[in-house]
């Protein structure tokens, strides 16, 4: 049996949105108030797999570390670092890329949707990406990935990977770690569309809302927020086929902590002229301060350079045995 152990990462590609606060940064932040071992990583290696300009790069690094810090991430409780400090990750990244098979690669669908249809052009990194993210994960034992919905298929991989490497080398030393996708708003969608996910490379700046929003702005994009024009149902249920409704309540009910039953027993009945502005509140109260607290942080980058850099220490210290093992039983 391994050790419960959490791991999970975000790509400092620039702006985080409302959807990788409650999809990941919020729920981080419960899992270690749940008391169990956790392991946050910045993958700035994952995020050059696109072009990312060097100076925008280093600032979004610090910014995204910022945000880990202002969302409830302790660096004294968890272990928060940069992926590209800790060298064994692209070490156990290349042994699996040898039991990784190119058609696992071919099927995953963010591969798909991000190389598009010029995929002869895509990086070779962009293509190996689950392998990567499956070495972050290894790499800790780690046996819980709180994850968006998106992400599910990428920690299937990682138990495919997983599971071969027992296999072919006849160990038991991987673990298959569970992806964790619970809670009210795990697939946070567009408040222009809400058949797309929220997401920062989307053109539309109304279509998301950014944590570094101000009060103004992100009261005016839900006021222009998509919506029907039926008052708001008395259970779940009422939601299934109204995309845009359900998104709006499914972010009220995670901004509140609350389920979307909850919210309806209570809303049910509303209009949307109603309930926009009590939304609009809600998250005004929650993420003003997080972005106020990362404003804070960013005025320190040198504090902030010290903490991943202890970080990175306390996660080699995990990292170095497990890599050191996987070689011995490889034969290296
Ligand atoms: P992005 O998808 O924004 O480019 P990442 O790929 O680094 O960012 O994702 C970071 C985390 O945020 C992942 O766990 C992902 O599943 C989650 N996430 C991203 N967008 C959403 C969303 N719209 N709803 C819920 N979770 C999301
Ligand atoms: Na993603």
Redesign the pocket.
């Known amino acids: 049996a391994f050790k419960p152990r959490v791991f ?4 400092p ?1 620039g702006g ?2 409302l ?2 606060y ?3 940064l919020k729920r981080f932040a419960d899992k270690q108030a749940d008391g169990i071992e956790t392991v946050y990583c910045v ?1 700035d290696m ?1 995020a050059i797999t696109v072009w990312q300009d060097p100076e925008a790069l280093r600032k979004q690094t610090r910014e995204l570390t910022a945000g880990f810090i202002a969302s409830g991430i302790d660096p004294e409780k968890s272990i928060l670092f940069n992926q590209s400090q800790v060298a064994e990750h692209a070490q156990l990244a290349w042994i699996f890329n040898t039991v990784a098979r190119m058609g696992w690669m071919q099927r995953m669908t963010q591969w798909k949707d991000k190389a598009g249809k010029n995929a002869q052009n895509a990086s070779l990194g962009l293509f190996a990406y689950p392998a990567l993210m499956a070495a972050d994960i290894l790499l800790y034992h780690a046996t819980e990935v ?6 599910k298929q990428h920690v299937e991989l990682t138990r495919d990977i997983a599971a071969k490497f027992n296999h072919d080398y006849g160990v038991d030393f991987f673990p298959m770690p569970d992806p964790v996708i619970e809670g009210a ?5 567009s408040l222009r569309d809400g058949t797309k ?5 989307d053109p539309s700046d109304a279509s998301r809302i950014n944590m570094t929003d101000d009060a103004d702005a992100i009261a005016k994009k839900i006021r222009k927020a998509k919506t029907d024009p039926e008052p708001l149902p008395d259970t779940a249920k009422g939601l299934e086929e109204r995309p845009d409704a359900r998104n709006l309540v499914n972010i009220y009910a995670a901004l509140s902590d609350q389920t979307v039953d909850t919210v309806l027993a209570e809303m049910g009945g509303k209009q949307f002229s109603e309930f926009k502005p009590l939304l609009a509140d809600l998250a005004v109260a929650k993420l003003s301060p997080i972005s106020g607290e990362m404003q804070r942080l960013m005025q320190d980058p040198a504090e902030i350079d010290r903490i991943l850099g202890r970080g990175a220490e306390r996660a080699r210290e995990i990292a170095t045995p497990i890599l050191q093992k996987t070689y011995d039983i490889v034969g290296m």
């Open positions: 999970s990462g975000i790509q590609s985080l949105t959807g990788n409650l999809g990941a993958v994952h709180p994850v968006g919905e998106d992400q708003a795990t697939r946070v969608m996910k929220m997401s920062k490379s």
